[in-house]
């Protein structure tokens, strides 16, 4: 099949073609005798597959790495897409926003150029909250122990203490009818997402370490893993009706803690349920008295564990729930673990 015959069957230009040969993605065969080119089967498929991945936005170069692995895994791969676009796509959303406050502000008589500077300032900040967070854990190494780690007592400080008991109280709480859709974020191996296959509703994983999203698959081929995090979830506005999450949350600075409570709320249906399990204190002042009291026994251990992460101060998150139209239940669990059930209510 010649270049324009090809470009025809394939809805797009025989300049575009050429620009895909140039970049070495593609090297049809050219007849001898006058040089023009000539598309067998396999070209086709080649030149189809290249079309649908610009189509979603990969870049040139991505595609030309791609094509050139013999492992690849597409699917893998349109994972990382995802995420990627969602990551864009929230900051359109954002810049979307700050406009129109900006509009609005100019619109009012004692409009000053000062506010517009301050939108612009809080646009940065949320800019860079949205993509500073970086995994100092390394949990994509983590992947294959996961599960056995999670079994083992620890030294003077066992941060799994009761680990199955708060997976089984959001197992609990979380009600949910069949085909309904359960969102895991920070879903690590599965443990918890896999108890809502149970439920007979449809889960979706998401994490931000891709050989936990393998494991998980592998474990349980039933649930849609998808690659993400917090701060840009891979996931529609208003899809989901449930949100759970356990032993993830903690992995966030405070500030950022209440940026991802604002993700789950623009994901979850109205009526949708929130429900955390996570390591936290009841707020400041029982912080304290823990701290104190491992500090007290002598057991550093324990302290530098709790002072590496961002154990939640329970009450800030409560407030933020409460404030945005939820009705909270919280539940101590033990010194270091709550779980904290929401529930979201109609617009007034
Ligand atoms: C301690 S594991 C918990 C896994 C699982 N939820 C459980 O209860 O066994 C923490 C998981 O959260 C994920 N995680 C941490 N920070 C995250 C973030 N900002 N966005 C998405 N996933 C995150 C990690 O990659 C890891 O898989």
Redesign the pocket.
């Known amino acids: 099949m010649r270049i324009l015959q090809a470009a025809e069957t394939l809805h797009t230009t025989a300049k575009a073609i050429r620009f895909y040969e140039k970049e070495g993605l593609l090297t049809p065969e050219k007849d001898i005798t006058n040089g023009y080119r000539n598309f067998n089967e396999k070209n086709l498929l080649r030149l189809s597959t290249i079309l649908a991945l610009r189509e979603i936005d990969v870049p040139v170069a991505d595609i030309k790495k791609l094509l050139e692995n013999d492992d690849m895994d597409m699917n893998q791969y349109l994972n990382i897409q995802r995420s990627a676009l969602f990551e864009r796509w929230l900051a359109i959303k954002d810049m979307i926003q700050t406009i129109d406050q900006m509009v609005k502000r100019t619109e009012g008589k004692d409009f000053q150029m000062q506010d517009i500077h301050e939108l612009a300032k809080q646009l940065k900040h949320i800019k860079t909250k949205r993509t500073e967070?970086q995994?100092r854990?390394n949990?994509?190494d983590?992947?294959d122990d996961?599960?056995d780690n999670?079994k083992m007592q620890g030294y003077r400080f066992n941060v799994h203490q009761d680990?199955d008991k708060?997976?089984q109280m959001v197992t609990d709480y979380v009600q949910m009818k069949t085909n309904d859709t359960c969102l895991?974020?920070?879903?690590?191996?599965?443990?918890?997402?896999a108890k809502f296959l149970q439920k007979g509703v449809h889960v979706i994983g998401?994490?931000?370490?891709e050989n936990?999203l393998e494991a998980c698959k592998q474990k349980h081929p039933e649930i849609e893993v998808r690659k993400?995090?917090?701060?840009a979830l891979p996931v529609l506005d208003q899809q989901v009706n449930a949100v759970v999450?356990?032993?993830?949350?903690h992995?966030?600075p405070d500030a950022?803690k209440l940026l991802?409570f604002v993700e789950m709320d623009r994901v979850l249906k109205t009526g949708g349920q929130i429900c955390i399990?996570d390591l936290m204190f009841e707020n400041g002042r029982h912080r304290k008295k823990v701290l104190e009291a491992f500090q007290e026994a002598g057991n550093e251990l324990a302290v530098d564990a709790i002072e590496d992460e961002y154990y939640a101060d329970r009450s800030i998150l409560e407030d933020w729930l409460t404030k945005h139209r939820y009705h909270v239940a919280a539940i101590t669990i033990n010194d270091i673990l709550s779980v904290i059930h929401a529930v979201k209510q109609p617009a007034l």
């Open positions: 967070w995994d854990w949990f994509n983590q992947a996961y599960d999670i680990y708060a997976l895991d974020i920070g879903i690590g191996t599965g443990n918890l997402g998401v994490d931000q370490a936990m993400g995090h917090f701060l999450s356990s032993y993830a949350l992995h966030l950022e991802a399990a």
